[in-house]
């Protein structure tokens, strides 16, 4: 299997809506490859990456994921993957307790009727240190502030063990400070898991080197390719998509 992402001339609409949401996109993705899809509010980034996952209908081309047709065996296919969504809201009371959170993302592998091992929990703590929140592990949720969460969804995806992870926005509510530390925590992941990563940004600031590709979207469409150290470049040339507002 050369890729594990194989997307052919897709375009993809939300119900309802007349226009696709996404364009005639093709991406190819090989095992390993940590791809960066950058572009202003609306492009479309989101939307891609949820149509990788099956939850807006392709109208227009194929999908492969591991090897398989999206449409045939999405179940088996969102099984290994890891997915941090961009928005999240979390009620300020909700009962879930951060350790719990984590351990929810071993569901798929215990299976509903079963306690969890001895290593589930142990992967659970992993995690947890991984993303520097052991500490917070017997607090609920709703009670951390947004970084917080989001390293917990986070926790959450890559206790799955997946195969290819898709990070949406990843960095946006880390305090900018902290950014750059948290780009190497999530190189260090890659390598460490062997993953495949698609991550999505509108910060040019946050590409990490280690990146194979960089796709720019606008208006639905793949519009551009990049090579890292073409970043800089463009970020003269269009320095107005890091200033764009946050989705
Ligand atoms: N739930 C939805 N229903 C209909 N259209 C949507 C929905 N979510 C996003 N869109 C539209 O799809 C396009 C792409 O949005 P999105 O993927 O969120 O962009 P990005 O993540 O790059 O900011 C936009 O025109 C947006 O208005
Ligand atoms: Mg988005």
Excluded: W
């Excluded at 947890?128 to 052991?134: N, V």
């Excluded at 951390?144 to 799955?160: N, T």
């Excluded at 950014?179 to 062997?194: G, L, Q, S, T």
Aim: aromatic share 8%; hydrophobic share 40%; charged share 30%.
């Amino acid at each position: 299997m050369e890729y594990i992402v194989e997307l052919k001339n897709v375009s993809s609409s939300y119900l309802g809506e007349a226009y696709p949401a996404i364009r005639d996109i093709t991406l190819m993705v090989k095992k390993g490859d940590f791809i960066s899809i950058i572009g202003p509010n609306g492009a479309g980034k989101t939307t891609l990456l949820e149509t990788i996952i099956g939850l807006i209908p392709i109208v227009r081309g194929k999908i492969r994921i591991f090897d398989k047709e999206l449409q045939k065996d999405g179940i088996l296919i969102r099984r290994k993957i890891g997915y941090v969504p961009q928005t999240f809201s979390i009620d300020e009371h909700s009962p879930f307790i951060v350790k719990d959170v984590v351990l929810m993302g071993r569901f798929g592998k215990i299976g509903m009727l079963n306690s969890p091992s001895k290593r589930d929990l142990e992967l659970v703590n992993e995690f947890l240190q991984l993303l520097d929140i052991y500490h917070l592990k017997d607090r609920p949720i709703g009670k951390l502030s947004g970084g917080q969460q989001q390293r917990v969804l986070i926790a959450r995806a890559l206790a799955k063990e997946p195969e290819l992870m898709l990070l949406d926005e990843p960095f946006s509510a880390i305090d900018p400070l902290f950014r750059k530390e948290f780009i190497k925590k999530f190189v260090e992941i890659h390598k460490k898991f062997d993953l495949t990563t698609i991550m999505v940004t509108h910060d040019l600031g946050s590409i990490p080197e280690i990146c194979s590709k960089i796709y720019v979207m606008r208006g639905g469409r793949i519009v551009e390719e990049l090579k890292v150290e073409e970043v800089e470049n463009f970020r003269e040339r269009k320095g107005v998509l890091n200033d764009l507002p946050r989705t």
